[in-house]
């Protein structure tokens, strides 16, 4: 009680609650995508990131964020970045979850999928320590072709134990691994690269060089090695560039400065300059592009993830919020145009799970030519839309909680986390036009449009917009799209193939709802914008995280 006034009408967090468990839309799609997944693990991880103690995790991790110690106070050399406790107590709660190498090395079914659910339920506690979880997770299959580096490396890549140690490989419990492509004169466009990589020889991890150049960005410096990309004497190639080298010496890796962010403030990023630092050669020399793209086809995928579990954070403290906030005589979400926005928000939120999940699943079937399709078709389209509409969506999120959505309180304030977060996921791993032209290159391929037809019969007949949308996005792509017109082709596909999917996992008033605003037309260029007919109740009530 203040002398002043009594406090009242605010809400009570959201802490404590089981975030796999409150969550119908993940669990749908888990049953729809492999009915027999053991989803255990996932209601055990559930519970822990939902905790009030990991959640002061997240929050610390971004307040104390990470300083780099360049040199020790004696002048030597040092390149190290120093974390705040709780940024190695979530490092270690996410590799103990499995969500970094975990899925190459153990024999579970469906691993890449229970993973992909795993990652996007650990992206409501924290993302951005799930940066160097993502890229650990995803240099597997650009490492496998170096075959004694991967024999090597793979123990400590797929353990689930977290070691920050800056040590040799094998003297540690656990690694992580980065990628270096990105200089100051081109990230896009990395055939713009410079950085040179002399040949030096040969061992027992084949093809060496000595590099020299820079990464303009450079994540997670910390890592246990790197792929980066090179010039050498055959051209641009990918190389495994390690901190530590096998005689125990530290590599000639310079951290210059960390990046100072809009967000994603607990991992660092950095910027580095090699000065002849040991590499060896990955895959074919003068192929690096698409080598390292192995590894970026998977840090996509982890994109549509992480935006989609903080679409589904955002909507959760958003519905928590107004299921408690009374404004003008009647709780906030029983006003009909907050009824509107929460509906509208569900809906979107509900369809990104949709998607990366589905394509989350075609990881797990590498022998399946349809799925080797849609993995091809839907990385751009997923990656390029999802987090498209993240930014967009945790503004609306965070304004249903009007002022207090705003405030960062320390590090209270979750919704301006996730507002900063948000638009990362579109830049990084190749920004929305990189994904947009990805995927005219991807419809190049002869059998797209039958396979993308494939995907959307099994909704035929459902509801008529999605049935034009389904017998147009054919002719489109086998028209091919020219570059001026790839962003709404890319998010028509997107669009459709949600449709197609909530068809399949979601109750009949998310699936009509979905169809009627974004197939049909009846809604503006809002959230909460939805037409007459729709059962607001129905669709509120499934996405409630209680
Ligand atoms: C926090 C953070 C961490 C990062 N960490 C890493 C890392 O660890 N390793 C790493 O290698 N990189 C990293 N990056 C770099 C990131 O991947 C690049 O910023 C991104 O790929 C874009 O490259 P760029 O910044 O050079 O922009 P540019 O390539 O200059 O692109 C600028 C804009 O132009 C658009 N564009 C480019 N080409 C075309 C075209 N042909 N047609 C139409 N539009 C086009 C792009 O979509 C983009 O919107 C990180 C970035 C951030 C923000």
């Not at 303009?216 to 990309?229: G, I, K, N, R, T």
């Not at 400065?257 to 990023?269: E, F, I, T, V």
């Not at 793209?293 to 958003?318: E, K, Y």
């Not at 917009?465 to 017998?471: G, P, S, T, V």
Request: glycine fraction near 8%.
């Amino acid at each position: 009680m203040s002398a002043t006034h009594e406090v009242f009408n605010q809400v009570d967090p959201l802490v404590d609650v089981n975030l796999f468990d409150g969550n119908r839309a993940m669990q749908d799609a888990l049953r729809f995508n492999a009915p027999e997944l053991d989803t255990a693990p996932l209601h055990a991880l559930g519970q822990e990131v939902g905790s009030a103690e990991m959640q002061t995790h997240a929050r610390l991790a971004n307040v104390f964020t990470p300083q780099l110690k360049s040199h020790d106070r004696f002048g030597h050399r040092m390149d190290q970045v120093e974390f705040h406790p709780s940024y190695h107590a979530l490092m270690t709660a996410a590799t103990a979850a499995g969500l970094h190498g975990t899925p190459w090395g153990e024999g579970a079914a469906n691993p890449h999928l229970s993973r992909a659910a795993g990652f996007m339920l650990f992206t409501e506690l924290e993302p951005s320590t799930l940066c160097p979880i993502s890229m650990s997770y995803a240099v597997t299959p650009a490492l496998k072709d170096n075959p004694d580096i991967y024999r090597d490396w793979a123990p400590q890549l797929t353990s689930r134990a977290y070691d920050p140690a800056l040590k040799r490989w094998k003297d540690k419990a656990g690694v992580t691994m980065g990628m270096g492509m990105t200089e100051k004169q081109g990230g896009s466009d990395v055939r713009a690269n410079t950085t040179q990589a002399v040949p030096a020889g040969s061992d027992d991890w084949g093809q060496r060089f000595t590099v020299t150049g820079h990464k303009w960005f450079f994540s997670a410096p910390m890592c246990d090695a790197f792929l980066v990309l090179a010039q050498t004497p055959k051209g641009l190639s990918c190389l495994f560039l390690p901190r530590v080298l096998p005689d125990g010496s530290f590599n000639k890796l310079f951290i210059q400065r960390l990046k100072d962010k809009l967000g994603n403030k607990a991992n660092a990023s950095s910027e580095v300059e090699f000065v002849g630092a040991t590499a060896w050669l990955v895959g074919e020399e003068g192929r690096g592009v698409p080598q390292i793209l192995a590894m970026g086809t998977m840090t996509r995928l982890d994109c549509a993830l992480g935006t989609s579990g903080l679409m589904r954070q955002a909507l959760s403290i958003a519905l928590n919020h107004t299921s408690q906030r009374m404004a003008f005589g009647k709780k906030l979400i029983d006003q009909p145009l907050m009824k509107n926005v929460l509906a509208d928000l569900a809906l979107e939120s509900e369809a990104a799970t949709a998607l990366a999940l589905r394509l989350a699943r075609s990881f797990d079937r590498p022998g399946d030519a349809h799925e080797q399709a849609m993995q091809r078709l839907l990385t751009p389209v997923a990656k390029f839309w999802i987090c498209k509409r993240g930014s967009h969506f945790a503004e609306e999120a965070m304004e249903c909680l009007g002022g207090n959505g705003y405030v960062e309180e320390g590090g209270e304030g979750i919704m301006a986390r996730i507002y900063r977060e948000m638009p990362v996921n579109s830049i990084w791993e190749g920004a929305g036009n990189i994904m947009a032209l990805d995927l005219l290159r991807a419809l190049r391929k002869a059998d797209a449009a039958a396979a993308l037809a494939h995907e959307l019969a099994p909704a035929k007949g459902l509801h008529p917009a999605l049935d034009h949308m389904a017998e147009s996005l054919p002719i489109r792509v086998e028209q091919m799209a020219t570059e001026m017109e790839a962003r709404r082709l890319a998010q028509d596909v997107a669009l459709a193939v949600q449709a197609a999917l909530l068809a399949q996992t979601a109750p009949a008033a998310v699936f009509g709802a979905f169809c009627e605003s974004r197939l049909a037309g009846h809604w503006g260029h809002s959230f909460g914008s939805l037409g007459a007919g729709v059962d607001f109740d129905a669709i509120i009530a499934r996405a409630q995280p209680r």
